[in-house]
């Protein structure tokens, strides 16, 4: 075995190493979703000596998951759409019309990416509460635009220098607009970036906790599946069997859309790096 084979086995080691440690916690979610309490409480890392659904059948009906599984439909669907278009539209217009003014727009739009929600949260807040964006499903989707679009319009920038300008020229010479060019030509040619971005949005959006606890705890009725989830955990008393079938209810939705998504992930990624 040469040098380079070696090196690359021992990296492979590491990489299997790293994967099974993060799927360690999720593999004991999903073995506790199917115990009683007390198995739970007797032996965390045991498997279920008789698995049974009962606990997700409970927490379908406590929790009202077809109601809540709507909220978090509803939230994430307007988070993404508003992230894409905007971003997109910014990247665009940015790159294609080089200025001083340009440059600091793109500058002042990625800026928020370095810096940390938890220094701002009191301030988004008060600031959302004073404009009517809190308690509401669709509030909470707005405010995502604010926080996902600045890494949206880094990725899409780059791409978007990428494309020759001369697609840009011959729309305009057959008489389209800069919007129409850009929804009917350069759109489209967006797809693998998007994909890859809409991917990544929709993993997030969907399993947040700290801004949907911070903007829609106030009622049941608005809540999330992860704040769901997170109702069973007390500060006297802990229902683990439906705080774990809760959690996995919750992320499985994002994980079978990752599954499903996943090889366009990998196309936009590959597209975006041999454009680059």
Known sequence: MNKRTTGLIILEVILVVLALMFLFPLFLMVINSFKTLGEVLRDVLALPKSPSFANFIFVWKYVRYPRLFLNNVIITVIGIVGIVIFSSIAA????????????FLYFFCVMPMLIPFQTIMITVLKLMSSIKLTGSTWGLGIQ???????????????FVKMIPREIDESAMVDGATTLRTYFQVIFPLLRPVS??????????????????????????????????????????????????????????PSVIFFVIMQKDIVKGVVVGAVKA
Do not use: C, E
């Open 144 to 158: 995502y635009w604010g926080f996902g679009i600045p890494l949206a319009v880094f990725i899409y920038h780059g």
């Open 92 to 103: 665009y217009m940015q790159s294609r019309y080089k200025s001083k003014f340009s440059t």
């Open 195 to 252: 994909t890859t971005i809409i991917v990544i949005d929709v993993m997030w959006i969907w399993n947040d906790f700290l801004l949907p606890l911070l903007m829609v705890n106030s009622s049941k009725s608005t809540q999330t599946l992860t704040l769901a989830a997170y109702g069973f955990i007390g500060q006297y008393n802990t229902d683990w069997q439906y705080a774990m079938a809760a959690m996995v209810m919750a992320v499985m």
